[in-house]
């Protein structure tokens, strides 16, 4: 079974960073700093040959919607340069690239050199098409025999390298927690984020993924706020679609309270609005975008037409 690590209740920020507590308050009607994006996923577009060809449909989408930027996978990116596809097709819809998608290894401290080479590669194909930050997962893990505690030392030494990989291209970067891998759990955030080295390394958190691991999201995003530089939007109700998932308003996670925290901040991260792709959709992936843009303009922001 995965266990809990011992920890205490909040984290060792470094003294130069703000403290959260005081921020002020922002209300639905004061104007929006923060720019939106929208990643690419519910469209199905995956870093596998049969599936990355939904680029194109997810940026027409986007565009249309008026959103910011987009997020993806750097293979899937690799994938339409190779085909001499992929400037015409980021000129034609006109939706810069903002983040890549990066998954890297923490648990097998033999592999290390061979996937800070795999994810410098990777980082280099982010930049090349404009992106400025790379959102760093964990890998996937057998979470039913999965021990953190054992793990824990060899997980914060392999962020640390991949972030300073990443970091000497110019590039950000920062950890996106993910359910069924090795940081999943509110405890296993807090134990990651106390240790690792936050001068290059920051936080990068999917809200509903939080929200569907059983912590409060909104507190989670406060406690670590100061190191907050990119966010994955989406909600949660744990019904049968999309993973459990739902467009932004339709849910239990605290999408207003955590955008005006991160409004507050003054980090000023890009907001990525995000659903999990779904066997059987209730709405259309465009509907789903939509439908989230909409609650976003009811707390004040706005996109461009």
Not at 10 to 37: I, N
Not at 88 to 116: C, N, Q, W
Not at 136 to 157: D, G, K, M
Not at 225 to 230: E, G, I, N, R
Request: aromatic share 8%; proline share 6%.
């Amino acid at each position: 079974m995965s266990e809990a690590p011992d920890l205490p209740p909040l984290p060792k920020l470094p003294a130069s960073h703000a403290d959260p507590s005081s921020l002020a308050d922002l209300s639905p009607t004061q104007a929006r700093k923060l720019k939106v994006g929208s990643s690419c996923i519910v469209w199905g577009t995956l870093p596998r040959p049969w599936d990355d060809t939904t680029l194109e449909s997810a940026l027409e989408e986007i565009s249309a919607e008026g959103l910011s930027s987009f997020e993806t996978f750097p293979e899937v990116l690799s994938s339409w340069d190779r085909r001499g596809m992929l400037t015409a097709l980021m000129e034609r819809f006109g939706v810069p690239l903002r983040s890549g998608y990066i998954t890297g290894d923490l648990t097998h401290p033999e592999k290390r050199k061979d996937e800070i080479v795999r994810i410098t590669r990777l980082a280099k194909i982010i930049q090349r098409f404009g992106g400025s930050f790379v959102v760093l997962a964990p890998s996937i893990v057998v979470r039913e025999t999965f021990s953190f505690r054992e793990h824990r030392e060899h997980i914060v030494s392999a962020l640390n390298d991949y972030a300073a990989a990443i970091t000497e291209l110019g590039l950000e970067t920062g950890l996106h927690q993910h359910t069924g891998t090795a940081i999943e759990s509110r405890d296993e955030v807090y134990a990651v984020m106390e240790a690792v080295n936050t001068e290059i390394l920051k936080f990068a958190p999917d809200v509903g993924q939080i929200q569907k691991g059983g912590a409060d999201a909104a507190k989670v995003v406060k406690d670590f706020l100061p190191l907050v530089k990119h966010v994955h939007l989406k909600d949660y109700k744990g019904w049968q679609f999309y993973s459990g998932y739902c467009p932004l308003g339709m849910g239990e996670v605290a999408i207003s309270e955590i955008v005006d925290m991160v409004e507050g901040a003054g980090q000023n991260p890009e907001l990525v609005i995000e659903l999990d792709p779904s066997d059987e959709e209730p709405m259309a992936a465009r509907e789903t975008l939509s439908t989230s843009k909409a609650y976003l303009e009811s707390l004040g922001y706005r996109f461009h037409s």
